[in-house]
DNA sequence: CTCCTTCGAGAGCAGCGCTCTCTTTCGTGT
DNA sequence: ACACGAAAGAGAGCGCTGCTCTCGAAGGAG
């Protein structure tokens, strides 16, 4: 087979496979995960129902490829917006808020990656996407650290060896107490961003932004930023 | 009509709609909200589809009193917790630990209460449900204050009327300093449980009851309590 | 030019939430 | 005691869903 005439067919493929995740993204944008059908998505693509199933086998790998791929988009918006060049602290705080503008922007999105787990969605594919944003969360405290800008949180004797061993899977060059309390940091902060989107703050807090760079600052202080 | 005989009817009408929501809630711990239908709820209790609409107009009206259940099973659970008899942060731990139990004995009602919003389901007895937990948290807040044990967290000044206009609502013997961080932290709480929930813990925190415990009495010390 | 893989279309299945209609039941006013 | 009317259950049916199967039309590979 030529390899130009394989590219074609290939490319082809690809770019009707990205057709339909598009149009799947904008149902699910307008009317949320579970309005999402396979049947209208085919329909507004002008073609059989029965066709889509050429390019997904079902659609939990449909929703799977979305979920890949809001992970990316939410990771490449946070690794944009920590390449600003300022201290650590801020660039803690420009991270967060990239995070909670990305979710706001795309709530059903932020649902589906950061929300109610559908079972059986653990792939590796997933899981190396999932951890993106937090990796550039961590490259600020790492910065931080390199810089002398952290004080070590306090970590139980008993948390001790699973703290190690995250910092041995990814922050080898961090204290372990550091990167335990990251790692609660960054369910903080899914809590209060999840807070927000399921409207929980309505008639309570006003000033939202305002609200969260404060408590990302105050998350900061827990991890050890100074 | 006489009395006794109206109570009978309405007696079977609300043991029925009990029977409804039991077998629904069965399903929901086993199955999920997404695998909950009605005709199977119908046939397992041996009735028509059909008449299951005499009871609840729809899933959705369903959905809502499971919610309003859950709020308060969770509500009850952690009152019962609250009446520990010792200092006010070992009773904010106490609390949270069991919001945690609650959640991880009952994931698939907590997905529902606290997961990715159903849209209009912002009904006001939801709400008042909903806020029963807090309430509690917020008790313990309450006595550590009066016992002279919460030294107000930092509040940036643009946050200070919402602050007020909170403690106002549901609890005016409180600082705003301490209103409103505990606000943020009853967020990070569910973050907190959440992450747990979604097995985002998994092949990264081992210890999961003293991670969690030290991170709650972490987030005491961030709302004031000493 | 033929073969064989790939793709699209259509019919169809089982399930869903929900509505409508018909029948039965049962408490109530006369 | 009897007829009336509200309430409850049953069944058929509508339009939708995800998904499978089969069949015909392409389009590169030999």
Request: charged share 20%; with cysteine.
């Amino acid at each position: 087979m030529s390899n130009a005439a394989q590219c074609a067919r290939a490319r082809a493929r690809i770019e009707v496979a990205a057709a339909i995740k598009d149009e799947a993204r904008k149902q699910l944008a307008t009317e949320g995960v579970a309005k999402l059908s396979l049947r209208a998505v085919a329909h507004e693509l002008g073609m059989a129902a029965s066709a889509l199933y050429r390019y997904f086998p079902s659609r939990d790998h449909l929703l799977t490829a979305l979920v890949i791929d809001a992970h990316n988009s939410l990771g490449e918006t946070a690794e944009a917006a920590q390449a600003a060049d300022v201290g650590p602290m801020r660039r803690w705080i420009i991270v967060c808020e990239t995070v909670r503008d990305w979710a706001l922007a795309h709530p059903h999105e932020y649902a589906l990656i950061f929300g109610t787990p559908r079972p059986g969605n653990t792939g590796p594919d997933t899981t190396i996407a999932a951890a993106r944003t937090g990796l550039v969360l961590i490259g600020v405290v790492r910065d931080a650290y390199r810089s002398r800008g952290v004080v070590e949180p306090p970590l139980p004797a008993e948390l001790r060896p699973d703290a190690e061993r995250m910092a041995a899977d990814f922050a080898a060059d961090l204290p372990p107490e550091v990167v335990s309390a990251f790692v609660a940091a960054w369910a903080q902060l899914l809590g209060l961003v999840g807070f927000e989107l399921s409207g929980r703050f309505n008639l309570l807090v006003e000033e939202r932004e305002t609200f969260f760079r404060h408590a990302v600052s105050r998350l900061a202080h827990a991890v050890g930023l100074v």
